[in-house]
C-alpha cells in the first residue's frame, strides 16, 4: 500500500486509466501479477528500458540563515540532496529520482563520488539489475577502486544510496513488488550469523498475517510521527515557545529537543518544553553525537527530570560499546538509547543489536545503501524486537523513509508499540510528491514511486553555485 512496497497502487497509479481495470488487488495468496494481467502484458513487460543517461545536481537550500535543523555538532547546516535523475531508452517517460542528504558543502564530494559510480549504471536493463538486485548492490558496493575510500560508508555509500534510491523509484514506478522478490534484493553478506535469507522470508511470510487490516489501518489513520520542528539549538526561547504552541495546536504529542552544547540551557529549554506539552506527551532528546560515555551518563541525569523516552545519538556512532555503557547505566532512568542516522552500514547495526546497545532504532533512507540495505535492518530489528523509529527531516528524508516505516509496520514488525516516525516540517513544497501529515501521522504516499523527485524549477533555483538563489547568496555575502 505505501506506493513502493505495495504491489496495487503503483501500479495501478503508473498505468493509463484504460488499463487499470485489468488490475486485482493483491493478497498474500495471489501473485503480484495475475496471470490474466501477465498474458495481457507479456510477462515481465512491466520491467523495461535500458539506463541511457544519469545526471547529478548539487541542490542546496539556505536553512542555516534561520538556525533550522541546527543541532549540538551542526549549528550552520544548509540542508542539501545530491540529487541523482536517470532515464532510460524505453520512451515512456518514466525516470528515476534518488537522493541522499548531505549539508552544503559535502554535497560536491558527494556529487563527485555518484559520477564515479554512474558507469555501474549506465547502459544496464533495468530488467538486468533489478533482476540480480543483490549482485547489483554488490557490485556498486564492490567496486575495486571505490571500496578502499569506503567500504559501505562515507561519502562512497551516500552516493550509493542516492543511485540506488533512483533505480528503486523507476522500479516502483513500473511495478509491485513480494516478500521473495524483497529478500532477493538484500546482500546478507556480514550479517548471517544474525540473520539468513531463510529467517527474512520466514518473518515477510509472517508478516503476511492480517496485512490487509494493516493496510487499512494505515490507510485511515497513518503511521504515527514526531516533530523536531520546534526546538533546533539555534531556536531562541520565543521561537521555541511560539513553535510549540503552533505545534501542540496541529495536534502533535511527541516532541523532540536538540540538546549537548551547554546544560544550562539545556535545563532551560526542556523546562520550557516540559511546561508547555505537560507530563503525559513524549518528549526525545537529541545530543547529535556531542559526548563522551560518562558525560553522557552524567549530562543525562541532570536531564532525566524532564522524562525524556530517549537520548539520540549521545555519542560517537561508531562507539557501539559506548552506547551500550550509556544504555545500561540511562535505562533504569527510565531512558532509552536511540541512534542510527548516522551509523555507516547493517554491520553497524546488527553490532548495536547484539551489544544491546540501543532501545530505538532510526534507520536512514539516505546513508544506507537503499531501499535493499535498509530492509536487512528492519528485518534484523524485527528479530531482535526493538522498535525502528527512522530518522528524517532533511531534504527529502521524510518523504522517502515514510514507504519504508509503513511497509514494516504493514510487513515486518505489525507493530505500532514504542514506534513513531521523525517529522520536520522543511523543504516539503520541492517535491512533487510531499508527505501528507495529518493528525500528527503520516498519510501513506499513493503515488507511482519512491516519492523522490523534486520539483524541477525547485531544482533549477537551488542549484549550488548556479541556481538564481545562490546567485543573490555568494553575490551578497561578496559585498
Ligand atoms: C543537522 C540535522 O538537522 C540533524 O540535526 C538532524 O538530522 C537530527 O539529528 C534529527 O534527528 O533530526
Ligand atoms: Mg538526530
Known sequence: MSALFAPTVPRLAALPPSRRA???????????????????RGAGSMV??????????????????????????????????????????????????????????GTEVVVCAVNALAHHVLNKDLKDIVGDFRGFYRQLTSDGQLRWIGPEKGVVHLATAAVLNAVWDLWAKQEGKDPRMLVSCIDFRYITDVLTEEDALEILQKGQVAKKE???????????????????????????????????????????????????DDVRRCQIIRDMIGPEKTLMMDANQRWDVPEAVEWMSKLAKFKPLWIEEPTSPDDILGHAAISKALVPLGIGIATGEQCHNRVIFKQLLQAKALQFLQIDSCRLGSVNENLSVLLMAKK????????????????????????????????????????????????????????????????????????????????????????KLLAAQEN
Request: aromatic fraction near 10%; proline fraction near 6%.
Open 22 to 40: 485489468l488490475e486485482i488487488p493483491t493478497s498474500p495468496d495471489r501473485p503480484v501479477l495475475t496471470a490474466r494481467v501477465a498474458r495481457l
Open 48 to 105: 523495461r528500458g535500458r539506463i541511457s543517461r544519469l545526471s547529478v545536481r548539487d541542490v542546496r537550500f539556505p536553512t542555516s540563515l534561520g538556525g533550522h535543523g541546527s543541532d549540538a555538532m551542526h549549528t550552520d547546516p544548509d540542508y542539501s540532496a545530491a540529487y541523482v535523475v536517470i532515464e532510460t531508452d524505453a520512451e515512456d517517460g518514466i525516470k528515476g529520482c534518488g537522493i541522499t542528504f548531505t549539508l552544503g558543502k
Open 214 to 264: 494493516r493496510e487499512k489501518q494505515m490507510l485511515a489513520q497513518g503511521y504515527p510521527a514526531y516533530t523536531t520542528s520546534c526546538a533546533w539549538l539555534g531556536y531562541s526561547d520565543d521561537t521555541l515557545k511560539q513553535l510549540c504552541a503552533q505545534a501542540l495546536k496541529d495536534g502533535w504529542t511527541r516532541f523532540k529537543v536538540k540538546v549537548g552544547a551547554d546544560l544550562q
Open 384 to 471: 531482535f524486537e526493538i522498535p525502528v523509529c527512522p530518522h528524517a527531516g532533511g531534504v527529502g528524508l521524510c518523504e522517502l523513509v515514510q514507504h519504508l516505516i509503513i511497509f514494516d509496520y504493514i510487513s515486518v514488525s505489525a507493530s505500532l508499540k514504542n514506534r513513531m516516525c521523525e517529522y520536520v516540517d522543511h523543504l516539503h513544497e520541492h517535491f512533487k510528491y510531499p508527505v501528507m501529515i495529518q493528525r500528527a501521522s503520516y498519510m501513506p504516499p499513493k503515488d507511482p514511486g519512491y516519492s523522490t523527485e523534486m520539483k524541477e524549477e525547485s531544482v533549477k533555483k537551488h542549484q549550488y553555485p548556479d541556481g538564481e538563489v545562490w546567485k
